[in-house]
T-cell receptor, first 118, second 111 residues
């Protein structure tokens, strides 16, 4: 597709339930990032994939959060036993590999999935 | 990761030039400086990126002094549609794999 696609756009779930959030990155982008954004705050890093592997998952808040990217394209963020504090907008971004000497690459963000835990 | 500091909010009027300064005293040698714009209910959108001196594109300019401990995003002749949150990032690098956004600067453009 033309941009990063996230589904669903909105998700309401009950406390204690399991949810999956999907991210379709831009075709050919090898790097994929998940962020979480609470109201009035900047995005908070969760996890970064380079290809199929999680290169950095240090931002995941606890073991209820898990993400996969089995074929190096689509990624799924999974949250078990959801809590009200998990309510936020979950953002996905992708970027192309291709850096030299530490040059950063532009990241393209999706519109996010608004998760509400009631 | 380099921490960034920027003003919480700024007000401007249509047609004015707006300059938003970001401090990043602990920037590393390999870090680039990137600015993103975010509208309500949307994901952040890349505006501009630079390493040193000055970078200009069709929407903004980025000024970076020689010590690289700060940077200034310059938006020429803002319009109402430039009302958004602007984030300064240091180190959005595929080696590092993550970035710290901070809380950004909320720019409000008034008619």
């Amino acid at each position: 597709g033309a941009g990063v696609s996230q589904t669903p756009s909105n998700k309401v779930t009950e406390k204690g339930k399991y949810v999956e959030l999907r991210c379709d990155p831009i075709s050919g982008h090898t790097a994929l990032y998940w962020y979480r954004q609470s109201l009035g705050q900047g995005p908070e890093f969760l996890i970064y994939f380079q290809g199929t592997g999680a290169a950095d998952d240090s931002g995941l808040p606890n073991d209820r959060f898990f993400a996969v990217r089995p074929e190096g394209s689509v990624s799924t963020l999974k949250i078990q036993r959801t809590e009200r504090g998990d309510s936020a907008v979950y953002l996905c971004a992708s970027s192309s590999e291709g850096h030299s000497g530490g040059k950063s690459t532009e990241a393209f963000f999706g519109q996010g999935t608004r998760l509400t835990v009631v | 990761l380099a921490k960034t500091t920027q003003p919480i909010s700024m007000d401007s009027y249509e047609g004015q030039e707006v300059n938003i300064t970001c401090s990043h005293n602990n920037i590393a040698t390999n870090d680039y400086i990137t600015w993103y714009q975010q509208f309500p209910s949307q994901g952040p959108r890349f505006i501009i990126q630079g390493y040193k001196t000055k970078v200009t594109n069709e929407v903004a300019s980025l000024f970076i002094p020689a010590d690289r401990k700060s940077s200034t995003l310059s938006l020429p002749r803002v319009s109402l549609s430039d009302t958004a949150v602007y984030y300064c990032l240091v180190g959005f690098n595929t080696n590092a794999g993550k970035s710290t956004f901070g809380d950004g600067t909320t720019l409000t453009v008034k008619p």
